[in-house]
């Protein structure tokens, strides 16, 4: 992630994908701008995450906390590549 915002939400009452559209629209909020990606533990994902949730794109990483989301812009991919 080049830059990003740290969200946590360890609410049990909703799903994991109402908790990053919260947290996605709250960063589109406070940016003016939808974030493309969307960073979490695999152990917070579970199985069958989706590849995308409304233009943003869900990727696992293990060095995101667990409960937590990192939402903004990734990295380039590097010309040529």
Known sequence: MKIGMLWFDD??????L???G????????????PAPLCLLHPA??????????EGLELRTNPGVLREHL?????ESP????
């Open 11 to 16: 609410d049990p009452s909703r799903g994991l």
């Open 18 to 20: 109402d908790r990053i």
């Open 22 to 33: 919260q947290a996605a629209a709250y960063y589109a909020r406070k940016y003016g701008r």
């Open 44 to 53: 917070t994902a579970g199985e069958g995450l989706p590849a995308r949730l």
């Open 70 to 74: 990192w939402i903004g812009i990734g």
């Open 78 to 81: 590097a010309a040529g590549a």
